[in-house]
């Protein structure tokens, strides 16, 4: 019991290692704020493409949408941040991370959107052309609004997997929470900053998981 | 070199591709296999913990609550490396193989638990009623009552989470699995080129992408289903 | 595009006038050639089967349906003109649902202000004092603040009115008002219908309500099958029908 906790609930080492935490803490909360806008604004420029009336438009975007989505989202992040130099093309390492995780978040909130779209009765937007609205009026304040609240609770959950995404950075060396606490590992030859982390993301998320949950049964 | 010269030379360079491209094919059968087991265990043991919860013992319903929020919050690549660097410095060693195995399984098994339940609190009550009334078994009554009309609600959630999940093989590379992406970052070190990267992406879109088109077709088949919802 | 009564004709009584009014969707032919004329300050009631195009109809005089042939003048505007700004022209048409429609994420004035705002660009303020105004004309003024689901579905339908009535539109459709409502709450709506009336407004009801036909229409169409039968007074066409199909279908609806 003793090896147990002095190997994984350390508070000596939890201590000393906190600085470094709580550095690449904050590098966790940059990567968040940067990437969770791009990946909400990228899912509605897909939505719009993949529900366009032009059908080679829809066809190109849902094509697109599903080959993000089959694409592991670590080999996505390999690939532009390993691949590109190779190029020539010199990003900096957010950069090419944020590139990776437009193509997925977009792709996955986008169907997240479409789902939301499609759950508003045809009848709205009847209801609000019939008074003179326009099309974009009529999206943008009847229709929109209805299909963010009825897919809330996916739209938490796809953030909650965001927030889980960023610890990919950590690959590509990023000095993002997770990176920060296994490097805090190896220094220390003790697992408790990996538990601490854990024990981070866990109080950041838990509640955001809740939500999702109680969001959920309430719309059923 | 033009610029589409040096994109081919980099990302689709037919040399390196005859080179390296056995062996990244060598890492499909790693994620495939890992892919399996995970789906099969993950799945199981959440519907296994799903019908416990249904019992409605307090004693079960928390450990089971307590299990699903916990792997349902934590990043994967957490679960990944406390496991595999922990367990060894109180003893316990495991292959890598077997921790990817564990971390993903345990993940997959809290979300399908959840969507699992989700599916069996929608069944209506009187359900529960009339099946038992007829004499049926609580087991009975679950396998052949209930889980049929869980499963319509749960099944295009369940498909999405699934392959979500199994995609998280590749993070395998990160604790020595030698997966697709394993072996391509392998290839890649040695032959200083990107297109063993090309090559395991094409591997995971060929794997991948015929699963990601089934659950569309799969959620627009069940969608008459949920409407409204 | 040629007016059938002759171009530049003054609008005189008609508020709406459609003519030869004809719909597809692929093979089906829905509207064979409607000509509906409404006077100003008429309640003309559209009755016929269910199928017969009633919905389809009332859609197509302010295009939320597109009209696969036919002439459509509001106050004598050309609607099929294709310089017409419908967004506009629509402001003048009122239109009220079966299902009602109303806005979920919106209270009963959130309803009723968002075109007030959006399409006459009204200011906050204004456009809530005459949503205010318009809400007591359906005797809601104290629901102001209520979701679509904290009110009874004939309260829903008397804000879907009011939603329509608030642009001070020409005419209002409405496309079977009471027939989603449990039967004690259809009084409240007909009433609100039967004020209306007596303010002036005009307005084209598909429905089914007998009585209130007889007692409020100007004249009753009976569609089936994508044409108008027959026309008349309510008396006539319920009581004493030229055609057998008419009598037939009335029957059916007295039982
Ligand atoms: N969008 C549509 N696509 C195809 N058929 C339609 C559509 N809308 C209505 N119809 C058909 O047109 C006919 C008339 O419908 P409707 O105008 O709703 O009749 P009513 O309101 O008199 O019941 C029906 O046969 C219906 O199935
Ligand atoms: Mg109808």
Redesign the pocket.
């Known amino acids: 019991m003793n090896a147990l906790a002095g190997e994984f609930l350390n508070l000596d080492v939890m201590w000393r290692v906190m600085p470094m935490i709580l550095a690449g803490l904050a590098r966790s909360a940059v990567l968040c704020a940067v990437l969770l806008p791009i990946g909400l604004a990228g899912g509605i420029g897909a939505m719009l493409l993949s529900t366009s009336r032009v059908r080679a438009v829809r066809w190109a975007a849902i094509g697109a949408i599903d080959f993000f989505r089959a694409f592991p989202p670590l080999v996505l992040i390999v690939f532009v941040y390993a691949g590109l130099p190779f190029l020539g093309v010199e990003l900096p390492t957010l950069a090419s991370i944020a590139i990776a995780f437009f193509l997925n978040a977009s792709s996955y909130f986008g169907e997240i959107y479409r789902a939301g779209i499609r759950s508003v009765p045809a009848g709205q937007a009847e209801a609000a052309r019939s008074t003179g609205m326009t099309a974009s009026q009529t999206f943008l304040s009847v229709t929109f609004p209805q299909a963010v609240r009825n897919v809330l609770p996916e739209l938490i959950s796809n953030t909650v997997e965001l927030i889980k995404l960023t610890t990919l950075a950590s690959i590509v060396s990023v000095p993002e929470l997770l990176h920060s606490a296994d490097l805090a590992r190896s220094l220390t030859y003790n697992s408790s900053p990996l538990i601490l982390a854990a024990l981070i993301y866990f109080a950041i998320l838990w509640p955001l998981v809740r939500l999702a949950g109680r969001l959920e049964h309430r719309l059923r | 070199m033009s610029a589409w010269d040096r994109f081919a030379f980099t990302f689709l360079n037919l040399e390196v591709a005859r080179t390296y491209w056995l062996d990244i094919a060598a890492g499909i059968s790693v994620t495939v296999f890992v892919g399996i087991v995970v789906v099969a265990t993950g799945l199981s043991l959440g519907l296994v913990l799903a019908g416990l919860r249904s019992l409605g013992l307090r004693v079960v319903t928390w450990p089971i609550l307590v299990f699903v929020d916990l792997f349902r919050s934590l990043p994967p690549l957490a679960i990944i490396l406390v496991i595999y660097f922990g367990l060894p410095n109180v003893g316990i060693v495991l292959p890598s193989l077997v921790v990817l195995w564990l971390s993903l399984s345990a993940v997959l098994a809290a979300f399908a638990e959840e969507v699992f339940w989700a599916g069996i609190t929608s069944v209506a009550p009187g359900q529960w009623l009339a099946a038992r009334s007829t004499g049926l078994t609580f087991g009975q009554t679950f396998a052949h009552v209930i889980l049929p009309q869980a499963a319509k609600l749960a099944v295009p959630p369940l498909t999405n989470r699934t392959i979500t999940i199994t995609k998280n093989v590749a993070l395998g590379s990160a604790i020595g699995v030698s997966d697709i992406l394993g072996q391509a970052n392998s290839a890649l070190a040695m032959s200083t080129n990107a297109t063993p990267l090309t090559i395991g992406a094409i591997f995971y879109v060929i794997l991948f992408l015929p699963l990601v088109v089934a659950s569309r077709r799969l959620e627009r088949r069940f969608a008459w289903g949920v409407a409204g919802s | 595009m040629l007016n059938p009564d002759g171009a530049g004709a003054p609008a005189g009584s008609r508020l709406l006038e459609a003519r030869g009014i004809r719909k597809s ?2 093979a ?1 032919e ?1 509207l064979r050639g409607v000509d509906l004329v409404v006077e100003r300050g008429e309640l003309v009631f559209l009755i ?10 009332l859609r197509c005089c302010n295009r939320l349906e597109e009209p696969s042939a036919g002439t459509l003048l509001v106050d004598g505007v050309d609607l099929m003109s294709p310089r017409i700004d419908i967004n506009r022209a629509r402001r003048q048409i009122g239109m009220v649902f079966q299902g009602f429609n109303l806005y979920p994420h919106l209270d009963a004035l959130g309803n009723v202000t968002l075109a007030l705002r959006k399409v006459l660009r009204l200011s906050r303020r204004d456009a809530e004092a005459r949503a205010m105004e318009t809400l007591a004309l359906v005797h809601l003024q104290d629901k102001a603040r209520s979701y679509p689901g904290q009110l009874s579905g004939g309260q829903q339908q008397r804000v879907g009115i009011a939603r329509a009535l608030a642009l001070e539109p020409k005419i209002i459709l409405m ?2 008002p009471t027939s989603a409502l449990d039967p004690e709450l259809v009084g409240s709506v007909l009433g609100v219908i039967r004020e209306l009336r007596e303010r002036g407004m005009t307005m084209v009801i ?1 429905s089914h309500e007998m009585g209130f036909a007889r007692s409020a229409a100007d004249r009753v169409l009976f ?1 089936e099958g994508g044409v108008i039968v027959e026309q008349g007074t309510a008396e006539q066409v319920f009581t004493s029908a030229r055609e057998a199909r008419t009598r037939q279908f009335v029957q059916q609806i007295m039982h």
């Open positions: 969707y692929a089906l829905v016929g089967p269910s199928g017969s195009g009633k919905s389809t109809l496309d079977e598909a569609l």
